[in-house]
């Protein structure tokens, strides 16, 4: 099986916005009727969105929605929906926009065969050192590309330490200093790609290509045959880094955020 295969249709939206739902996993989670109602304090808000993966009739959908703007608001915070064409109730896009919901964060969900990521390697990549848990070091430079300098770096720690599936962290080197990082997550044959960084320095020196294909000999390994991963339809560069290391996508999605 390729790693398109199947793209794009409902089964394999499911599958894999679920996986990367484990791989990023929510302090408080409520299944209601398929839907996934989540809830994190971590600065990763999408982690905190409802995925609304089972089809409901027009006054059925209205009641979910009501009850997940409850669920959210029990948590003190707004509700937020990810939706996924085909994927999820055909007018619920719609019934949000109606009900003052703003349509945010377009993205892009990408697959790969792990062995056309390794096929694309660098032939000169950088020195990368492989832990199964987050280093300080690997921490820092996470945090320095994509956390928050007022945020609590407890909650994303607390939230690493939440994921159950097997995970590998990578952090390619300049040197004796770690710049930059990634982690893979495997999960039934796919393997998804997270938190991928680099630092503002070393970009242009085939870190995060390097990163990348120690992740992917890491799924090789660990009997994950494709790839998977999420990105923003306006980062140009983390799109072509992607798709130099054999990246295609196969489905888009969008977030719909009360207020």
């Known amino acids: ?16 916005q679920e996986k990367a739902a ?3 996993p929510a302090e408080h989670v409520e299944h209601v009727g398929g839907w996934w109602l989540r809830h994190s304090t971590s600065c990763a808000w999408w982690a905190g969105t409802v995925l609304p993966h089972v089809d ?8 979910r929605v009501v009850g997940a703007e409850r669920f959210y608001a029990g948590h003190g915070t707004a509700a937020r929906f990810q939706i996924s064409p085909r994927a999820c109730p055909e007018s619920l896009d719609t019934h949000l926009a109606e009900r003052g919901y703003r349509r945010e964060s377009p993205m892009s969900m990408q697959v790969a065969a792990t062995t056309q990521v390794l096929e ?18 690997w921490f820092e430079v996470w945090n320095a590309v994509h956390g928050h300098a007022d945020g609590d770096r407890r909650t994303e720690w607390n939230m690493l330490d ?83 290391a054999g990246f295609g996508e196969v489905f888009r999605y969008h977030y719909r955020i009360a207020g």
């Open 1 to 16: 099986m390729s790693a398109s295969s199947g793209a794009g249709s409902p089964e394999m939206v499911w599958e894999l």
């Open 162 to 244: 939440r994921v159950q599936q097997p995970s590998a962290y990578v952090g390619a080197m300049l040197g004796g200093d770690v710049v930059a990082v990634g982690r893979a997550v495997a999960d039934e044959g796919w393997a998804g790609v997270f938190g991928m960084a680099t630092l503002p320095h070393a970009r242009g020196q085939r870190a995060g290509r390097s990163a990348l294909a120690a992740l992917a000999e890491w799924a090789a390994a660990h009997d994950a045959d494709r790839l998977y991963l999420q990105v923003e339809c306006d980062n140009i560069p983390a799109l072509r880094l992607y798709e130099g």
């Open 22 to 24: 484990r791989a990023l």
């Open 120 to 137: 694309q390697a660098p032939r000169d990549s950088l020195r990368v050192r492989l832990d199964e848990e987050p280093t300080r070091a």
């Open 56 to 63: 409901a009739e027009p006054e059925e959908l209205a009641r």
